[in-house]
C-alpha cells in the first residue's frame, strides 16, 4: 500500500488533515488546493477541443492540457515532500538551543522546508498564466470553470506563501532566507492580481446581459 498522500481518498485526507498528525498540514492543503486548480484548468480544454468556433486553437488545448497536467503532478508529487520535510524540522525545534550546531541545524531543516512550498508558489505562477491564455479560448460553457481554477491557484500561491513566510521568519539573519522571501513576496505581487483578473473577468461576463 502506497504511503503518498496523494493516494489518500477524499475522506481519508480530509480525516488526516482534521486528526492531531502533524501532516499534511497547510503546506499538503495547498499543494492540493493547486492540483485541483490544474486539473479543473485542462478539463476546460479538453472539453472545448473539437467545438467548431475554437478549432483554430486546438495545438494551444494541447499544449496547455499537457502543461496543467504536469503542473498537476508535480503538486500532487510536493505533497508529500512538503511532509517529509516536516519531520527533520521537528526534530530540531525538539533540541536545546545550547546543543552543539544547533543553529546550523535549524537554518539547514528550516530552509528545506521552505524549498516544497516555494515550489508550489512557482507551479502556481505557472498556472496562472496557462489561465489567462485560456480565458480567451475556452467555450463560454466552461468559463465558470476557468475562473473557479483562477481562485483556487490563486489561493493556492497564498496559502504556499504562508508556509515559506511561517519558515524564514526563523532565520531573519540568513541571506538565502530572506531572498526565498523576497522572491516569494515578487510572485505573489505579480501574480495574486493576475488571478484574480481572469476570476473577475469571467464573473464580469456570466453576470452581463446576454
Given at each position: 500500500m502506497s504511503d503518498s498522500?496523494?493516494?489518500?481518498?477524499?475522506?481519508?485526507?480530509?480525516?488526516?488533515?482534521?486528526?492531531r498528525a502533524p501532516v499534511p498540514g497547510g503546506g499538503g492543503?495547498?499543494?492540493l488546493i493547486g492540483s485541483l486548480a490544474s486539473a479543473l484548468g485542462a478539463m476546460a480544454a479538453n472539453l472545448t477541443i473539437g467545438k467548431k468556433?475554437?478549432?483554430?486553437?486546438?495545438?494551444?488545448?494541447r499544449r496547455i492540457i499537457a502543461e496543467a497536467d504536469r503542473l498537476r503532478l508535480r503538486l500532487l508529487a510536493l505533497m508529500d515532500e512538503d511532509a517529509a520535510a516536516f519531520e527533520p524540522l521537528s526534530r530540531v525545534?525538539?533540541?536545546?538551543?545550547?546543543?552543539?550546531?544547533?543553529?546550523?541545524?535549524l537554518e539547514t531543516a528550516t530552509?528545506?522546508?521552505?524549498?516544497?512550498?516555494?515550489?508550489?508558489?512557482?507551479?502556481?505562477?505557472?498556472?496562472?498564466?496557462?489561465?489567462?491564455?485560456?480565458?480567451?479560448?475556452c467555450s463560454v460553457l466552461l468559463l465558470s470553470d476557468?475562473?473557479?481554477?483562477a481562485l483556487a491557484a490563486r489561493c493556492a500561491l497564498e496559502s504556499a506563501a504562508l508556509n515559506v513566510f511561517v519558515?524564514?521568519?526563523?532565520?531573519?539573519?540568513?541571506?538565502?532566507?530572506?531572498?526565498?522571501?523576497?522572491?516569494?513576496?515578487?510572485?505573489?505581487?505579480?501574480?495574486?492580481p493576475r488571478a484574480q483578473a481572469v476570476s473577475d473577468s469571467v464573473m464580469n461576463h456570466l453576470r452581463s446581459p446576454k
Open positions: 498522500l496523494a493516494d489518500l481518498s477524499c475522506r481519508a485526507f480530509s480525516e488526516q488533515l482534521f486528526s492543503a495547498a499543494a468556433k475554437f478549432l483554430p486553437f486546438e495545438e494551444d488545448h525545534y525538539s533540541l536545546d538551543k545550547s546543543t552543539p550546531g544547533y543553529a546550523e541545524q530552509l528545506n522546508a521552505c524549498r516544497a512550498p516555494f515550489e508550489m508558489m512557482e507551479c502556481c505562477c505557472r498556472l496562472i498564466t496557462i489561465l489567462e491564455e485560456l480565458r480567451g479560448k476557468v475562473g473557479c481554477a519558515n524564514t521568519r526563523m532565520l531573519p539573519d540568513s541571506t538565502e532566507a530572506k531572498n526565498l522571501s523576497t522572491r516569494a513576496q515578487a510572485m505573489l505581487e505579480e501574480h495574486l
